[in-house]
Nanobody
């Protein structure tokens, strides 16, 4: 059983930066061999959208709206996933969720849909003004 806890959200001025963290506990993802971890976001009145993902082989994927501004580093030693967000825009405001999909084969450059993920965190709010 994988448990995910996000942190790092907050309020920031447009053009600023934030780094979200997702602490992974329970079974380590390496137990499953292959996996995918991702960040999603949902703004009020809008559908949830994939933001970025990283597979067990290190390959990543980004939504077009964040490409070049966000990165998704992962610290395996700390069992922590990050979302580094730079040049933030008001339209980036949303609740951000971390998700894990154990056992998923890497698909470089592909953002998996939310249904592919079996584990979710509780979310952390990001507000850009």
């Amino acid at each position: 059983h994988v448990q995910l806890v996000e942190s790092g959200g907050g309020s920031v001025a447009a053009g600023g930066s934030l780094r979200l963290s997702c602490a992974i506990s329970g079974y380590t993802l390496s137990t499953y061999g292959r996996y995918c971890m991702g960040w999603f976001r949902q703004a009020p009145g809008k559908e949830r959208e994939g933001v970025s993902s990283i597979f067990s082989d290190g390959s990543t994927a980004y939504a077009g709206s964040v490409k070049g501004r966000f990165t998704i580093p992962k610290d395996n030693a700390k069992d922590t996933l990050y979302l580094q967000m730079n040049s933030l825009k008001p339209e980036d405001s949303a609740m951000y969720y971390c998700a894990a999909a154990p056992g998923v084969r890497p698909s470089p450059g592909r953002l998996l849909p939310g249904a592919a993920y079996g584990y979710w965190g509780q979310g952390t709010q990001v507000t850009v003004s």
